[in-house]
Nanobody, 127 residues
Framework: QVQLQESGPGLVKPSQTLSLTCTVS??????????WDWIRQPPGKGLEWMGA???????NYSPSLKSRTVISRDTSKNQITLQLSSVTPEDTAVYYC???????????????????WGQGTQVTVSS
């Protein structure tokens, strides 16, 4: 029932800000107790979690990207947005939004499961 759709420019120039929108249908982004992630996958590499926004609006970011990442939401449109500033070609990747749910703890670390994913959108950083 839940569907996520990423949208935004597929080509961004270096030093500019990458901006993507995730439109959610079939479920509210404010519903307890879900989280909404941005995850990316550079070519030939694994998935990299970028950050998330919770049902409450609270955000959390990967330490490696925190300084230039902003995740926000528009509850009236049921949308999650990603802004990644000062991009370089190393930011070229397929970008996904995904829903996450708390799944338990392991060695006192909370774990989350992504149960729904968008199809992903390719973003290329190039001049």
């Amino acid at each position: 029932q839940v569907q996520l759709q990423e949208s935004g420019p597929g080509l961004v120039k270096p030093s500019q800000t990458l901006s993507l929108t995730c439109t959610v249908s079939g479920g509210s982004i404010t519903a307890n107790y879900y989280y909404w992630d941005w995850i990316r996958q550079p070519p030939g590499k694994g998935l990299e979690w970028m950050g998330a926004i919770a049902y409450s609006g609270r955000t959390n970011y990967s330490p490696s990207l925190k300084s230039r990442t902003v995740i926000s939401r528009d509850t009236s449109k049921n949308q999650i947005t990603l802004q990644l500033s000062s991009v370089t070609p190393e930011d070229t990747a397929v970008y996904y939004c995904a829903r996450a749910v708390f799944s338990g703890t392991r060695d006192y670390i909370p774990l989350y499961e992504n149960d729904y994913w968008g199809q992903g959108t390719q973003v290329t950083v190039s001049s």
